[in-house]
């Protein structure tokens, strides 16, 4: 691909090349409500979102501003219960980020303020090394390096680094070069416009080198072959068989999940396959969690059948009471068209 030649090492120039980053992304940099705030908790709970899930989902569909709309403070967020936790998160997915963040504020609360040292904030439950710099970095503006996904494919680039950068030496070089050039003065805007350079011009696959603010410093004549990464395990493929029951009443028979993914989440109760291929499927969904493919069949039954009699977890809720129950996404778009809710 066409790409400017390197003029400048990064390593032996880092203050022209923070520099460079940083004049570019006072035109251009993009206006998200994390970056208006130094609040560390307002902060920490978009860091927690972006983790697994794309900007524009987690803005787009409003998660982030009804979240603390909710939860404006760590005491807020320390003391609510279960059901109203998950279901502000609901459509996020990774529900165990819900429940982290909410321990996080409580240790918070209990303090009576975040942190600001590295270690004291790595103390913190659910707050590992890229969540502590993150919050030092954005919250504070203290010397911090931060290193994402979009921060690991600049670097490898920049650097013409050709090792896989999710092994463990991979991660271990990548944070050592990102401390080095890290900005000891402006690291709000220097880790900001880096992560941005990767959101919007270092991407995956073929990068906009010519719009580049800093391709003369980058090493690398074939950005598009980086970053290297260990082989993904390949996706496999699961088959759900779920029941759909309603009693005289026309009541729902759902089942709460006690497994770590999903714990406390309502869903239609699952039978063995063998069981339920009998009664007639009425419909079929299909969704991608992590590195599974599922293939969901809804099978229908009469509140008398042997299948449908409540188990352990299970019971029946009102079509007005799953309005409020928290859900998993597949299954909230299944038991709405079923019940005809727009």
Not at 199 to 213: A, E, K
Not at 327 to 341: F, K, N, Q, T
Request: a neutral charge; one cysteine or more; hydrophobic letters at 40%.
């Amino acid at each position: 691909m066409l790409k400017p030649r390197q003029t400048r090492d990064p390593l032996d120039a880092p203050q022209p090349f923070r520099d460079a980053l940083a004049g570019w992304f006072a035109r251009e940099g993009r206006d998200y409500p994390w970056r208006r705030t130094t609040d560390p908790h307002a902060i920490l709970v978009s860091e927690v979102m972006l983790q697994q899930t794309q900007i524009a989902t987690v803005l787009g569909r409003g998660y982030y501003g009804r979240f603390l709309e909710t939860f404006p403070d760590p005491a807020t967020l320390a003391a609510t219960d279960d059901t109203t936790l998950l279901k502000v998160w609901e459509g996020l997915g990774y529900y165990r980020r819900a429940r982290m963040l909410r321990e996080t504020a409580r240790a918070v609360a209990s303090a009576g303020e975040f942190p600001r040292e590295l270690d004291a904030l790595q103390a913190l439950p659910g707050v590992g090394r890229y969540t502590a710099n993150a919050l030092r970095a954005f919250a504070f503006d203290l010397p911090a390096a931060v290193v994402d996904g979009n921060v690991a494919r600049v670097l490898s680039r920049l650097l013409d680094f050709r090792e896989a950068v999710d092994s463990p030496a991979g991660l271990k070089w990548l944070w050592g070069q990102a401390e080095i050039l890290a900005d000891p003065v402006h690291p709000r805007i220097y880790n900001s416009a880096l992560m941005e350079l990767g959101q919007t011009r270092c991407r995956p696959g073929v990068p906009d080198c010519l719009d580049c603010p800093v391709a003369g410093f980058c090493r690398t004549r074939s950005p598009e072959t980086l970053p290297v990464k260990t082989p993904k395990r390949a996706m496999e493929k699961v088959d759900t068989h779920v029941l759909w029951v309603r009693d005289a009443t026309w009541q729902v028979l759902l089942h709460q999940e006690q497994g770590k993914r999903r714990q406390g989440l309502w869903k239609l109760p699952e039978r063995p396959a063998a069981d339920a291929f009998p009664l007639p499927e009425i419909a079929t969904r299909r969704y991608t969690i992590t590195r599974f493919q599922v293939t969901l069949h809804l099978h229908s039954a009469e509140p008398d059948h042997p299948l449908a009699a409540p188990r352990d977890g299970e019971a029946w809720h009102s079509p007005a009471a799953i309005t409020a129950l928290p859900m998993p996404s597949p299954y909230r778009r299944a038991v709405e068209e079923l019940l005809g809710i727009d």
